[in-house]
């Protein structure tokens, strides 16, 4: 009788042993149909550079954050939308509720000609690959518009922004010379109040 016992010991830790060698093959598989959709909907981190994924792109304008802020779309899908923070320029901070800050003058009227230019629009991302990424992880970019102007250069013009003299790029005499031609027109922040 301890031999009929033993025998069935052996055969149920073979069926153990197949039964696991099946669960982890069929969960290898699960784990890479996942990992393929992830990487096929832009969920994965991309494994090239910055400026590979996005100089030079294309992509339309998903979501205007504020003045100097807005979200893209790679390749139309909203599943893989990147933030941008525009390079060169910072515009008057909207209000923070949750942090108690409200809107700075000249905030909602550098938003809305954000949102008018660039909302729903196909842009260019231009990138300067010394620094790709900003302090809080935004795409640094020069945003072209459909005209080729520059979003930086339409918010300077009209008095909505600053040039942000942080880091330096290839645009930055040009709009230097922007922002000192809205501030001797006092147009915009640069109006008395």
């Known amino acids: 009788m301890s031999g009929s016992v033993k025998r069935l010991s052996v055969s149920a830790h073979l069926r153990r ?25 832009g969920r ?5 550079s910055d400026v590979q994924r ?17 979200d893209v779309a790679a390749n139309g ?17 909207t209000a923070r509720p949750t942090e108690g800050r409200p809107a700075e003058a000249w905030a909602a009227e550098a938003a809305a000609l954000t949102w008018e230019l660039a909302q729903g629009q196909v842009v260019t991302l231009r990138l300067e690959a010394h620094q790709t990424r900003g302090r809080f992880g935004r795409l640094l970019a020069h945003v072209e ?20 003299e942080r880091w330096s790029h290839e645009h930055f005499d ?18 008395k109040p």
């Open 145 to 164: 518009l459909e005209d080729g102007a520059l979003l930086s250069e339409r918010l300077l013009a009209e008095g909505l922004a600053r040039t942000d």
């Open 44 to 48: 994965l981190v991309y494994p090239g």
């Open 17 to 41: 042993r197949r039964w696991r060698a099946r669960a982890a093959w069929a969960a290898g598989v699960l784990l890479l149909a996942g990992l393929g959709w992830a990487d096929h909907t």
């Open 77 to 93: 899908r909203r599943s893989s939308v990147t933030r941008v923070r525009l390079w060169g320029v910072d515009t008057p901070e």
């Open 174 to 191: 040009r709009l230097a010379d922007v922002q000192r031609r809205a501030r001797q027109a006092k147009i915009g922040i640069w109006s």
């Open 54 to 70: 996005f100089d030079g792109r294309a992509m339309r304008v998903v979501r205007v954050v504020d003045g100097d802020t807005l």
